[in-house]
């Protein structure tokens, strides 16, 4: 799977949107861009993926540039109890040969 | 639905003992993948199982070994436990692929070696 290169780490203040980018400068075309978070002591937790359209769901919103060369998740409302790491991954669908990297630990302030 | 469960959820183990850590996936999850993750390596893919057979593997030794059984459990063993095998041990359970592949995780066992 490619590399995927993320912030270290992002404050946001409560309420406002958080935006999370991912760079895969080395994605291939039948990889998808994944992402999840991981509060502390639990397992991670999906949010959301795409392969080249915008996705939205209840929970975030992924823009992936044209070029497939980056992506952005988008929290738009951010709260306390999404302070997380955020893992962004790029798989081939069906692949669960998932690698995490260090992700963003983003830390929501009030 | 419950969500994926994992027994026990700490261990602490002395090296060369083994250790069987368990996984209850989703009702009616078919596929089962386990995953070790360390603060130094990240999150990494241990191997998946479905109806009972291996899938896919990684790039572990062969200590670690893993069983699906007919229900879908699945159960994951490491024989001749070495410090370096302390980790949190995660489990993610996906339904049918041909509907989706999102993998949903248990909240995972935490292994101690000393």
């Known amino acids: 799977d490619a590399k995927t290169t993320q912030p270290p780490s992002m404050d946001c203040a409560e309420g406002r949107a958080a935006n999370l980018p991912c760079n895969h400068s080395t994605i291939s075309g039948n990889e998808y861009v994944y992402w999840y978070r991981q509060i502390h002591s639990q397992g991670p937790q999906y949010i959301i993926h795409?392969?080249?359209n915008n996705e939205t769901n209840e929970m975030a919103s992924l823009i992936i540039t044209e070029d497939r060369k980056s992506s952005t998740l988008i929290l738009p409302h951010a709260t306390l109890r999404d302070t997380a790491v955020y893992y962004c991954?790029?798989?081939?669908?069906?692949?669960?040969?998932?690698?995490f990297g260090a992700g963003t630990r983003l830390t929501v302030k009030p | 639905k419950a969500g994926v469960t994992q027994t026990p959820r700490y261990l602490i183990k002395t090296r060369g003992q083994q250790v069987t850590l368990s996984c209850s996936p989703i009702?009616?999850?078919?596929?089962v993948s386990w995953y070790q993750q360390t603060p130094g390596q990240g999150l990494q893919f241990l191997f998946e199982?479905?109806?009972?057979?291996?899938?896919n593997k990684g790039n572990f030794p062969g200590r670690f070994s893993g069983r699906q059984f007919s229900n879908s459990r699945s159960e994951m063993n490491v024989s001749t436990l070495e410090l370096g095998d302390s980790a949190l041990y995660l489990c993610?359970?996906?339904?049918?692929?041909?509907?989706?592949?999102?993998?949903?995780f248990g909240p995972g066992t935490r292994l101690t070696v000393l």
């Open positions: 009702s009616g999850h078919r596929s």
């Open positions: 795409g392969l080249k």
């Open positions: 199982y479905f109806s009972e057979t291996q899938r």
């Open positions: 991954i790029v798989r081939v669908y069906n692949n669960n040969d998932m690698r």
């Open positions: 993610a359970s996906t339904p049918d692929r041909a509907i989706t592949d999102t993998q949903y």
